[in-house]
Nanobody, 119 residues
Framework: QVHLVESGGGLVQAGDSLRLSCAAS????????VGWFRQAPGKEREFVGY????????HVVDSVKGRFTISRDNAKNTVSLQMNSLKPEDTAVYYC????????????WGQGTQVTVSS
């Protein structure tokens, strides 16, 4: 079992930066792909990006490319989402999720952290 807890959300102005963290319990976490998702009010959950279990490669969707970066520290069982040049449309609840299959099937989810970007 893996338990995930996100932190780092808050209220910021457009152009500001935030760094979200996803802390995990469970030794097998380091073997899992970790993804970030977000859900804005009234919208469906949206995939933001993921990082492979060994941190060898990370990918984000085009809408955040060049602004968001995913990294992980397996020694600390944490994955981070660095968000720069935030826009009001980035406002959402952000979730991290762990994928034991490393094939895009996310079985473990955190409770989410709110990010609000004011214009």
């Amino acid at each position: 079992q893996v338990h995930l807890v996100e932190s780092g959300g808050g209220l910021v102005q457009a152009g500001d930066s935030l760094r979200l963290s996803c802390a995990a319990s469970g030794r097998t976490f380091i073997l899992y792909r970790v993804g970030w998702f977000r859900q804005a009010p009234g919208k469906e959950r949206e995939f933001v990006g993921y990082i492979r279990w060994n941190g060898g490669s990370a990918h984000v969707v085009d809408s955040v490319k060049g602004r968001f970066t995913i990294s992980r520290d397996n020694a600390k069982n944490t994955v981070s989402l660095q968000m720069n040049s935030l826009k009001p449309e980035d406002t959402a609840v952000y979730y991290c999720a762990a994928d034991p299959t490393n094939e895009g099937f996310y079985d473990y989810w955190g409770q989410g952290t709110q990010v609000t970007v004011s214009s």
